[in-house]
């Protein structure tokens, strides 16, 4: 059988440039908001796990100057091109990439424990095989003192769109076997543990974190027909259509669009939390 991991990393692979369109309004504010939130000070060494296009990336790199560093983690190589790409047009020369997988660093890729100044993950975690045990070894990266901030989507985010999405699929192409984080019935899953204020601060201290603070950004976006089929493909919800052939996928994106209009779902509810703790 073919390792979740590998068919998680396909996914995002063949996603680069649709999971960049909605960067704007979505992985973009998110992961300013998560630096912000974190406040890498000049000078400081960053590592971004589960980077993606370089949404954290990029801020995180302007907020340590010249003399600090990111380095950006992802196992997804198309994605990280993308993310160097967009740190070499904006003239940050402070960002290294390294396509790994985050449960599997190895030395070299990592230089070694307490290393990092501060971690960051946005929308990661909750993809980690092992949860708990994968976040408990990255905090090992961050110095002590340091700090680890992580954002994820907030118990109401994206519940209608989800539900919507999931249900045309189920009706057009049947059980697709996705596994996705917010797939339904796909058993216990991770992101359920962590998508309240509450949950997420007890979870973070849970796995080593001090000080915890959390807090939810408002991020809501229209609706339309172009948005909705953009966030499918620019996301992990795109992991249910990879089996599928051009024609049902078209037949799902048509029966989806018009699903959302008959439910009046004129807004994605992108709400996110974001969380940071001293290690
Ligand atoms: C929803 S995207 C978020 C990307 C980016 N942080 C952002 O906010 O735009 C999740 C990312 O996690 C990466 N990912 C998931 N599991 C991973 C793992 N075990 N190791 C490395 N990257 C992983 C995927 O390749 C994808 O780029």
Redesign the pocket.
């Known amino acids: 059988m073919e390792d979740p991991?590998s068919r998680?990393?396909g996914?995002?692979?063949s996603a680069a440039d649709d999971?960049d369109a909605v960067?704007p309004q979505?992985?973009?504010p998110?992961?300013e908001a998560?630096i912000a939130a974190l406040d890498p000070r000049a000078g400081e060494a960053v590592i971004?796990?589960?980077?993606?296009?370089?949404?954290?990336?990029l801020p995180a790199a302007k907020a340590v100057g010249p003399d600090g560093r990111v380095l950006a983690?992802?196992?997804?190589a198309a994605?990280l091109d993308v993310a160097r790409a967009k740190a070499g047009a904006e003239g940050l020369g402070n960002v290294d990439v390294a396509v790994?997988?985050?449960?599997?660093l190895e030395p070299g890729i990592t230089p070694c424990e307490n290393a990092f100044d501060v971690l960051a993950?946005?929308?990661?975690v909750f993809?980690?095989?092992e949860m708990d045990d994968?976040a408990r070894g990255l905090l090992r990266l961050v110095r002590p003192g340091g700090k680890v901030g992580v954002?994820v989507w907030h118990a109401d985010a994206m519940a209608d769109f989800a539900a919507a999405y999931f249900a045309t699929v189920g009706e057009i192409a049947g059980d697709t076997g996705h596994q996705g984080p917010r797939a339904p019935g796909s058993g216990p899953r991770p992101i359920d543990r962590i998508n309240t204020e509450e949950t997420l601060a007890a979870w973070l201290s849970d796995v080593g974190g001090h000080d915890v603070a959390v807090t939810t950004v408002r991020l809501r976006v229209a609706c339309t027909p172009e948005f909705a089929w953009k966030l499918v493909l620019g996301?992990?919800y795109r992991g249910a259509l990879t089996e599928l052939d051009d024609e049902t996928r078209r037949r799902i994106r048509d029966r989806f669009v018009e699903r959302l209009a008959a439910e009046h779902i004129t807004e994605v509810n992108c709400d996110t939390l974001i969380a940071t703790a001293r290690v």
């Open positions: 991991g998680l990393a996914v995002f692979n999971f960067t979505v992985w973009g998110a992961g998560l971004d796990i589960c980077s993606g296009t370089g949404a954290s990336v983690v992802d196992f997804s994605l790994a997988d985050v449960t599997t993950c946005a929308f990661g993809f980690l095989p994968a954002s996301s992990g």
